[in-house]
């Protein structure tokens, strides 16, 4: 089976930068999906680790290690719209499909 | 479609009854997906669709569920003998293809209420 782990809450303030962090298990592994929701949205596609390192789209980069079991995702420049739930999820053996964890609830603070 | 829509976006039923999720996902994406998200959790996987097929519905809670994708585009979810359990926000997403099954095309949800 797969478990994901991630904080269930951070608080950080405007303009500054926040780590969200990821440690998954899984059978298998293809990679790990960074999906931001605010209340009462869809999920939407933030960014793809397939290999390890570091992704930068824009404000926000993606890092994974592989052979840590582990992502973050980092988000510089905060802003207010920034404030929402950020869930990691991992392509499973399969490649079928991705199995999402509980959720980070981002609170940014002016 | 500019983007992957879902039908009704409310639905309240009771206990017993039977409901049927409609989601219309991005044109050309062959790939399809329901989840159930409940409040504070993460989606949770409930069938994906490559074209008409069912590829893999292992996260398919018991046999009262059960969707279809006849023309390898629209899907409908169906429930039978809801139970107040079953309340949940119904998510469906589309992706481009299996390969790209990492980055998903969510839709607005169903928002089920079971009384």
């Known amino acids: 089976g797969q478990s994901l782990e991630q904080p269930s809450e951070v608080t950080a303030v405007e303009g500054a930068i926040v780590q969200i962090n990821c440690t998954y298990q899984t059978s298998g592994f293809y990679g790990l999906s960074w999906y931001q929701q605010h209340d009462g949205g869809a999920p939407t596609f933030l960014s793809y680790n397939a290999l390890d390192g570091l992704e930068e789209t824009g404000r926000f980069s993606s890092f994974l290690s592989r052979s840590d079991s582990y992502g973050y995702l980092l988000l510089q420049e905060l802003q207010m719209k920034d404030s929402a739930s950020y869930f990691c999820?991992?392509?499973?053996?399969?490649?079928?499909?991705?199995?999402f964890g509980s959720g980070t609830r981002l609170s940014i603070r002016p | 479609g500019a983007g992957v829509s879902q039908t009704p976006s409310n639905k309240v039923t009771e206990k017993g009854k039977y409901v049927e999720l409609r989601c219309d996902p991005i044109?050309?994406?062959?790939?399809l997906y329901w989840y159930r998200q409940s409040l504070g959790q993460g989606p949770e996987f409930l069938i994906y669709f490559q074209g008409t097929g069912a590829a893999d519905d292992s996260g398919l809670p018991n046999d009262r569920f059960f969707a279809v994708r006849p023309e390898g585009s629209v899907s409908t979810l169906k429930i039978q003998r809801t139970e107040r359990g079953d309340s949940a926000v119904y998510l469906c997403?589309?992706?481009?293809?299996?390969?790209?099954?990492?980055?998903?095309?969510f839709g607005p949800g169903t928002r089920l209420t079971v009384l």
């Open positions: 997403a589309s992706s481009q293809s299996p390969a790209k099954g990492y980055e998903q095309f």
């Open positions: 999820a991992v392509r499973d053996s399969s490649a079928s499909k991705i199995i």
């Open positions: 044109s050309g994406h062959t790939a």
